[in-house]
């Protein structure tokens, strides 16, 4: 048994509750609950809220904050983050993915769809940071036979690995992009994912770059051309989706595609703007994420919520586009189903993902409106407790072990720094 009762918590539609939350779900809400529990959180002052899920990062990549920034995508790729890359050893992307986990936890983020190399590391240092996640590796080849054969063995045998693990890890074949995977390659992809019931996780028409290569490449539009290949026979989540025509979104539409919106990243990288309204009357799944740390520079859901919402209404000229509460139901509830996580509301019977939010803090004051608050003015200092999958992450704003893994998270910057130019 493990009985988790919050006693007097605002809920964000109702007024104040107690929440009884029995081990994954939330059991009961009402008032005056008196129930025997494990543990009992006095939720005077605060208030609960659905946790994050952030669809979409490279968490192995969270030691390489600030490294290189204020360039474009390719340069900054091939000339800065790929070079730094090769000098990593497995130890320190354990320490990366810890630190990522912790920087998640502390913003109020649950689960994590990530994309990234050293499968192994990344899987264990999630198990050990409790979050719930889709990992899986970066399928890269260049073109390169060796490169083909060595990214479809590694991708069957971190699959293998991935069914051993807990049961709040899911397992996404990592596509890197259509620019460094040969058609070849996204064609066995694709197999794969619909053999195993997995889905894919790609960067998708991130730059113009990468749309005029394709159309130079195959007289066709990124989104066109998989298409063309059946690439969307499979479940896919598609990271960026910020050059796609009308025709691309309704082809994403009528694909299920899911369209993961990373707003940070695409105006820091000058990417582009992805066109929220559009995809929205569309009817093309939106998702949010915040890309990795070297691309944004933090895991801040919150930051992403509000950067969408105010480029959604920038771009489109229209200030009622993208309010609140739906860029909060895109963080959430919305992200949730789509991972196929009954949870992202604070309900009886759904998945008991959830934080406390400190009603005392300046950026939730004077409190005319919490959810204006929470997508606007609220930051990751605001939280106090999360709670994943009935278990507690973080409480009283604090993550067991925090010191030691920031500690750890500077280990390869040290190791490194003298030597890379
Ligand atoms: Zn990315």
């Given at each position: ?122 899987l ?37 690995l ?14 890197h ?24 996780h790609?960067?998708?028409?991130e ?30 989540f ?21 369209a ?23 009817g093309?799944?939106?998702l ?84 204006s ?49």
């Amino acid at each position: 048994m493990n009985k988790i009762l919050i006693k007097n918590v605002k809920h964000i539609e109702q007024d104040i509750v107690d929440v009884l939350i029995d081990g994954k779900i939330i059991s009961q809400i009402g008032n005056n609950i008196d129930v025997p529990a494990d543990k009992v959180i006095d939720g005077t002052d605060k208030a609960i809220l659905p946790s994050f899920y952030n669809s979409h990062t490279h968490s192995g990549m969270s030691i390489m904050r600030g490294a290189a920034d204020d360039m474009e995508l390719f340069q900054w790729l091939n000339e800065h983050i790929w070079p730094l890359e090769k000098l990593r050893i497995d130890e320190d992307v354990y320490n990366a993915v810890r630190f990522a986990c912790l920087e998640m936890i502390k913003s109020g983020t649950t689960f994590f769809s990530d994309m990234y190399e050293f499968f192994p590391m990344t899987l264990k240092a999630t198990e050990d940071m409790g979050m719930k996640a889709f990992l899986g590796p970066a399928f890269f080849d260049f073109g390169k036979e060796d490169l083909m054969a060595l990214s479809r063995k590694k991708m069957q045998e971190t699959f293998e690995l991935a069914q051993n693990a807990d049961d709040k890890i899911g397992f996404s074949v990592g596509a890197h992009a259509i620019y460094t995977v040969c058609e070849e390659s996204l064609k066995w992809i694709r197999d794969f994912a619909v053999a195993n019931g997995v889905p894919v996780h790609m960067h998708i028409s991130e730059t113009e770059k990468e749309v005029d290569d394709c159309v130079k490449e195959h007289g066709l539009r990124p989104v066109e051309y998989l298409e063309s290949i059946g690439f969307f026979e499979a479940n896919v989540f598609a990271a960026h989706s910020v050059w796609l025509t009308d025709d691309e979104m309704k082809i994403f539409r009528d694909n299920n595609v899911k369209a993961i919106h990373n707003p940070c990243s695409n105006q820091k990288l000058a990417s582009g703007t992805f066109d929220f309204k559009s995809m929205k009357n569309e009817g093309v799944k939106v998702l949010l994420g915040t890309d990795s740390v070297a691309s944004n520079n933090n895991l801040d859901m919150f930051e992403e919520m509000r950067s969408a919402a105010l480029l959604a209404k920038l771009s489109s000229k229209d200030p009622t586009v993208c309010p609140a509460s739906e860029i909060f139901d895109v963080a959430t509830v919305d992200s949730a189903s789509a991972y196929g996580i009954d949870g992202g509301v604070i309900a009886e019977g759904k998945v008991a993902d959830c934080m406390l939010v400190d009603l005392n803090h300046y950026l939730l004051n004077p409190g005319w409106n919490l959810m204006s608050d929470v997508v606007y003015s609220a930051n990751s200092a605001c939280v106090d407790t999360v709670i994943c999958d009935g278990k507690i992450l973080m409480e009283n704003q604090v993550v067991p072990g925090e010191t030691e893994i920031i500690e750890k998270a500077r280990e390869f910057m040290n190791r490194v720094q003298k030597d890379f130019k």
